[in-house]
């Protein structure tokens, strides 16, 4: 019962308040006219992370080469080979192999020294670079309402009409005056 009685009570001010508001046709929402939208612009600058690569020259150090010197036992042994006669053409073809050797070994040697030999290689790195670029934050609006232009700001563009509230309320009463 109490249920019904607060439903019944509360109906009763609705239509009360409805009604009222019904013989006061300057209350509520309206459209007014934009007569103009300007942007307005924020300048905001973000970091942009961009791969750059570039090619380089570098050294590459020839690396020590056993050949050298095993093709110089081979041919020393070969022409200290052609020497001597019996046991002395096996002490000549040491001999050769070992002369030789070393020769072929300094020419290894001679040839690590002398450096290397230019390659070229693509090195990358990651660079920041900023940007600035320009946003619309808001909108200075200009709106015709009955004869009056008014201004206001918005969030977002607006279209060709907006939504105002009016509402109007009694001043204060103020006695003499």
Known sequence: MKNLNAF???????????????????????KAKVVRATPLYETVRYPVDEQVCWDEQVWRQNRPSAFPTVAGVIIGGVVGNQFGHGDGKV????????????????????????????????????????????RV???????????????????????RHILVNVNVAPAPYFPGR
Do not use: F
Not at 11 to 23: D, K, P, R, Y
Not at 137 to 159: C, F, I, L, N, Q
């Open 8 to 30: 019944l009570i509360t109906s009763a001010l609705v239509l009360v308040s409805t009604s009222a508001c019904a013989g006061h046709p300057h209350n509520g929402y309206h």
């Open 137 to 159: 934050v808001a909108w200075d609006v200009a709106y015709r309402y009955r004869g009056a232009v008014y201004h206001t700001r918005m969030p977002e563009k607006p279209g």
């Open 91 to 134: 002490v000549s073809t040491a001999a050769g192999a070992a002369i030789g050797g070393v020769v072929g070994h300094q020419i290894a040697k001679d040839n690590y020294r002398r450096g290397g030999y230019p390659v070229t290689r693509t090195r990358c790195e990651v660079q920041r670079n900023w940007r600035t670029e320009q």
